[in-house]
């Protein structure tokens, strides 16, 4: 069974902060994404990565910057919070071919 | 520029009785349909997809149906049961560029 793990499931923290969430997973999947959940908008893609090193900017980057030093790890820094950056961040991998992504739990982001 | 749209956002429905979840598409470019089932303080979890090829899908209870010259889907679910309700995400996957377009979701409630 494929593992895509998040650090946290809930922080909060303070408009200005940096900060880091961290998704891991253990497949060996080349692709992972960065996604964003607000009620009546679904889920919005961030940025993703196709491998070591590699980001590409999703449909709403502004605000968000990502590392992938790590095959297995995919981190999304907010680089000052705001408070519209609350919101549920989920993380994603897949591999090269195929149709299926799996999800991650989820961390919930409260910016005060 | 919403490419995938769900226009009903929830739906309620005896248990027992067959659930019908709507979505619209305007991309004719996409490879996969896929639905994501999710609960609250979790990931979405794969449902079921369809190939653009095809027109349905079935697993189990669940059967997608594709109506290309509409550019529309659907998720049915026979019977449906409480442990059901949930928020279904409809999805679209072009394999070039890799991602995944999501809708608003459908939050269904199963009665019992």
């Known amino acids: 069974d494929v593992k895509v793990t998040q650090s946290s499931r809930y922080l909060v923290k303070r408009t200005g902060e940096k900060v880091f969430l961290e998704c891991v997973q253990d497949?060996?999947?080349?692709?992972m994404f960065w996604y964003r959940q607000d009620p009546g908008l679904g889920l919005r893609l961030i940025y993703f990565?196709?491998?070591?090193?590699?980001?590409e900017k999703g449909d709403i980057p502004e605000g968000y910057s990502v590392s992938r030093e790590k095959k297995e790890r995919f981190s999304l820094i907010l680089e000052s919070a705001s408070t519209n950056q609350t919101s549920m961040y989920l993380c994603?991998?897949?591999?090269?071919?195929?149709?299926?992504?799996?999800f991650g739990s989820g961390t919930r982001l409260t910016v005060v | 520029d919403q490419q995938v749209k769900q226009n009903s956002p929830s739906l309620s429905v005896q248990e027992g009785r067959i659930s019908i979840l709507n979505c619209d598409y305007t991309?004719?470019?996409?490879?996969?349909f896929l639905w994501y089932k999710k609960y609250p303080a979790e990931g979405p979890t794969f449902l079921i997809s369809?190939?653009?090829?095809?027109d349905k899908n079935e697993d189990g209870r669940f059967t997608v149906f594709l109506n290309k010259s509409a550019k529309h889907l659907s998720l049915h679910i026979v019977p449906s049961q409480p442990g059901d309700s949930a928020v279904y995400f409809c999805?679209?996957?072009?394999?070039?560029?890799?991602?995944?377009?999501f809708g608003a979701g459908t939050i269904l409630r199963v009665k019992s």
């Open positions: 991309n004719s470019m996409f490879d996969y």
């Open positions: 369809i190939s653009s090829i095809k």
């Open positions: 497949m060996d999947h080349e692709n």
């Open positions: 999805a679209a996957l072009k394999e070039y560029g890799n991602k995944l377009v």
């Open positions: 994603a991998s897949r591999i090269r071919s195929g149709a299926g992504y799996t």
């Open positions: 990565s196709y491998d070591v090193k590699m980001k």
